[in-house]
């Protein structure tokens, strides 16, 4: 550890999250057993797939006597991209262990699921712990994106497990982690290892979540240091009335934290990807909306504005798509050719000979930048690297064009300037807010209770998330309750199902009623930084989106 | 004003700023007269140029016996870049003025200094005003760029004040504001207008600062912020141990807003501009001292790292300095030659060929999408655009192609895959910090106690900043007294002194005498988000620079 920190940092360390009333007297809990849950789509392939772990029952948690149970040695791991809290379900499961008996131990491999293989491991003792309770990051044990997916990896786990008597396995993880930490599961369940699996929760994308698991953690810190900002830059607007901001907000495919930030500061602008697939919007009718908005408030003489634009939209747009595939194609069978090229016009030239007419079009409407981007900067497997377009800057150079047109039309009358944005490394390691640092805690005390059931396959469960902590129900949820197959990699296989924006859903909806009001009027919030002091309205509340799924 | 405000929005209209004690009975203060101030240089010129308002009196405040004065009808302004705290100047000015005599009123000109001549004014009333306390933003009245310097302005805004009963115009702005200022209180003193002009400190870049006026406004907030931020990277760059982040921070030609965010944060690097221009630096030994950085990390297996670049480091690099002003000459003689190729790598020989030996070798390191930025995208003179390069960009390329030669060498053995970052609107209009919200209301109410003594020419001064705010010492500083002669667009003009970074102040040196660490070992330090509760050591304090320079 540093040796310096800062004095927030100092008095976080402090701080004592919050638990469950069913976790107050120690993770040595009473065990409800609830309907038995079969997966939710793809019942029977799921059953065949996972004959030990299917068809287990939802657990309800009840405050225990306070027993001491037998001591018991846990292994954790986190699992993929950084989310604020994740130290702290280390330290709720910690916590949780010695609550059943203090001789439990808890061993953090280290580097994400390699380390689980490659048995690199340290022992978290209270000392060590102290400097991260409450902290973002996942510096502590670091994380890692290998898959755990294969026989012989879990085979050299559960060697390196034995070695130290561990008999559960924590994963911190998102769908991609916990369907793994499914089949883990039900790989030692057949072969009576004797290890036990629990999954946790996590990711700033919030497409975690489903019928039991109300959110996923990270989800509400990230959210809120990009609303701080989107807030703090709505205001810029608003005073120097002068640019129009682009932001882009990370989330990969799932638009959840555009629709938050959107709903929390009331953005002119708020793009969600998965609208724009269902009603196969082309890029051009993209351009169009936020081109109109541009309009309206000139015509109101305000010349600024702030647009929201999830990080996957482009993959979104139907039209876009089909280019892509065509230009992976084109590049894959005339690479020599295109490549003798060097001027960019002919290049440009070269590929709008080869593609289809619908293709073309969106081609030629894309400014040379992105063209050349599109058709030079490919990955290992010569794809087009999709994921690293300026989405942000695409849009201002083609909603510019097109207000060009318009104005010699005489349908805009005002000025565009533009500045752009990405947020994203900004808010994945953030402090955790109040209720990340309370519900992953909770998460991890609550998987302590889970191990002390023996159950294996379970997702750590924590609900009623919109109430006061103490009434926060602690529970598990079978992993394969959350399962579909789904044709990946040119194979049928079980995952979890990634929860995308329902365009029939409460967060959705209130956007789309309030929206051609804030697409026109300056009707900015400005949400500003977390705090974790103060009166429970500034310092405890956790997301709209939640908020409006749960009713309120 | 929106009728949706967020709870932190409606915490803080409720917050009361505090005051200097010598202000708490009101703004009718006891005022003593110090010694004569003369302008720190060139006094000759500055008392030529201003013999009515130079040689004035230091003027320090005692509380007053709370007596009621005269009512008095009052202008202000906010002219430039927003800075968090501009709307509590104005909300301290209007309660200070109504201390004076609650039939005092105040008018707010709109969208800047041009407001004051096109007369465009609201009046500021109390619930007015209500909406704006501890906000951010200059949304309340507006900003503006215009200059406030001929004679025709100056005699528009007289009439425009004379129909109002305006008897003092209050200016919050950074250094070419308050020389404006200065220049109209001259003005009106010389023609005996009755009208007195009063400068606040203002600006985020923390360069309006001297032996009188201990910090601009602005800079605690926007530094708190972007140190935020940078902290919230630093810890994920240390998780996922994956990139070098090169953060580019707003700040014009000073580098205090780098510097306070590098001590602050114990960033890898930070670099500071002042430094690079006293050393004569070249762009390659700016570009050797990150590419020793990332190499010794490497060395020790960390292939990431946080690297601070002030705004305004291109132009203080020497050899790109003359660069810049070749390619200025170049393209203004032949710009049709030039204009006639259409090849990217032929345009580029073009220049090279053109350039001195010198210049060309700086050339020539440079990326193709630099070479075409600086020679295609001129303003309306036909000059290099300097600010639009994004010189974290311009940086990672350069770093990355000297690593490839050195790994060539052997030198260097290890990653380095980047991501960049530009903050700067971000913290413009952030919520005043608790410094920030009492250090403007302060100020404001100041400017109203300036007004009650009927003197003309002055700063609102608050000073001893690092105690407690009863202990600050209230008063005023003659505008004439930070002034020197320089040399702008062919002319000798008297202007306040811009404050750079000095190589032998105490901050510069706490870097220096820790950056050598920094650059290589994992130092970092995670401010966290801006707390308005909490304890005062978490709420309170203001900066790190400020602290060091006083001794502390």
């Known amino acids: 550890m540093n040796n310096v920190v800062s004095p927030i940092q100092k ?76 130290h702290n379900v280390i330290a709720g499961l910690f916590d949780g262990l010695k609550s059943l008996n203090p001789a439990s131990r808890l061993y953090g491999f280290k580097g994400g699921p390699s380390g689980l293989t490659d048995n690199k491991y340290i022992e978290i003792t209270a000392d060590f712990l102290a400097g991260f309770r409450n902290t973002g ?27 130290l008597g561990i008999t559960a396995i924590v994963i911190i993880g ?35 979540k489903n019928a039991f698991i109300e959110t996923s953690f990270g989800f509400d810190t990230a959210t809120k240091v990009y609303s701080e900002l989107i807030g703090n830059i709505e205001r810029d607007a608003n005073s120097a009335k002068k640019y129009w901001h682009f932001i882009k907000l990370m989330g990969r495919s799932a638009s959840h934290i555009a629709l938050e930030c959107g709903l929390r500061t009331q953005a002119n602008i708020t793009l ?46 139907p039209d876009f798509k089909v280019l892509i595939a065509e230009l992976n194609d084109i590049l894959a069978k005339d690479a020599e050719a295109y490549g003798a090229i060097t001027e960019n016009d002919r290049k440009a030239a070269f590929i709008l000979g080869k593609l289809t007419e619908k293709s073309a079009a969106v081609f030629a409407s894309l400014p040379m930048e992105i063209k050349m981007q599109l058709t030079m900067d490919r990955d290992p497997h010569g794809n087009v690297q999709v994921s690293r377009i300026e989405t942000e800057k695409l849009l201002t150079q083609l909603v510019k064009a097109k207000l060009d047109g318009w104005k010699k039309e005489g349908k805009f009358v005002g000025k565009f300037s533009t500045q752009t944005h990405f947020f994203g490394y900004e808010g994945r390691c953030s402090m955790p807010s109040n209720f990340d640092a309370d519900y992953c805690y909770s998460l991890g005390f609550n998987a302590a209770a889970i191990i002390s059931t023996g159950k294996t396959g379970y997702m750590s469960s924590v609900r009623n998330l919109i109430a006061p902590a103490d009434q926060w129900i602690a529970g598990a949820i079978p992993l394969t309750a959350m399962m579909n197959m789904e044709h990946r990699h040119g194979e049928d296989k079980p995952v979890i199902k990634k929860a995308l924006v329902e365009l029939d859903g ?47």
Do not use: H
């Open 137 to 163: 990051g996942f510096d502590m044990i670091g994380s890692g994106r290998t898959k755990l997916e294969t026989p012989e990896q879990f085979e050299k786990a559960e060697a390196n497990c034995k070695a």
């Open 11 to 86: 008095a976080r360390l402090a701080y004592a999250p919050k638990l469950p009333a069913a976790l107050r007297a120690g993770a040595n809990v009473k065990c409800e057993e609830g309907p038995k849950q079969k997966a939710f789509a793809d019942t029977e392939k799921i059953e065949a797939r996972f004959p030990n772990t299917s068809n287990m029952p939802v657990l309800t948690f009840g405050a225990g006597n306070g027993a001491a149970a037998k001591p018991v040695n846990v292994a954790v791991i986190l699992s993929g991209g950084q989310a604020p809290g994740g």
């Open 506 to 552: 409460a967060p959705f909806k209130m956007l789309a009623a309030n929206r051609d009001k804030w697409a026109v009027e300056t009707s900015y919030v400005y949400p500003g930084p977390i705090q974790f002091f103060g009166p429970s309205e500034v310092a405890d509340i956790t997301t709209i989106t939640l908020a409006l799924e749960k009713g309120k």
């Open 272 to 317: 969600i990807s998965e609208e724009v697939a269902a009603k196969k919007q082309t890029l051009d009718q993209v351009v169009t909306t936020i081109a109109d908005s541009v309009a309206k408030r000139a015509a109101n003489g305000e010349n600024f504005g702030v647009a929201l634009i999830p990080e996957g939209l482009i993959e979104f747009i």
């Open 174 to 208: 998102g769908d991609d982690s916990n369907t793994n930490a499914c089949l883990l599961a039900e790989y030692y369940k057949a072969k009576n290892a004797g290890i036990i699996v629990v999954g946790c929760p996590k990711t700033i994308d919030g497409d975690l």
